[in-house]
């Protein structure tokens, strides 16, 4: 069974720019479509972005679109959300998952990571 395990998380001031990242162990990310989520204080969880098998097909929610973009090395068993043009509401703790179709619900995912705080604040 995969593990994910989220880095990266950390203070960020508006305008700035963040690169997070999710290792995968146990498993080939290669064989899942991957996605991000995040959920900010007091707030559900939220879709983020996702990414198909090879990285051919992404997609984002529309609040980061243009600013938010989505890869992968799947030689490296990594999964990245590069996040550029912060704003405060993009504060939350962020989680990779994993699962087997380009869904936009996390009830679709299998696999989770713990999470990794990211804050957007002067």
């Known amino acids: 069974q995969v593990e994910l395990v989220e880095s990266g998380g950390r203070l960020v001031q508006p305008g700035g720019s963040l690169r997070i990242s999710c290792a995968a162990s146990?498993?080939?990310?290669?064989?899942?479509?991957m996605g991000w989520f995040r959920q900010a204080p007091g707030k559900e969880r939220e879709f983020v972005a996702h990414?198909?098998?090879?990285?051919?097909?992404?997609d984002y929610t529309d609040s980061v679109k243009g600013r938010f973009t989505v890869s992968r090395d799947n030689a490296k068993n990594e999964l990245y959300l590069q996040m550029d043009k912060m704003q405060p509401e993009d504060t939350a703790v962020y989680y990779c998952?994993?699962?087997?179709?380009?869904?936009?619900?996390?009830?679709?995912?299998?696999?989770w990571g713990q999470g990794t705080q990211v804050t957007v604040s002067t």
């Open positions: 146990g498993g080939l990310l290669s064989e899942y479509v």
């Open positions: 990414i198909s098998w090879t990285g051919f097909s992404t």
């Open positions: 998952a994993a699962g087997h179709g380009l869904a936009y619900q996390a009830m679709e995912y299998d696999h």
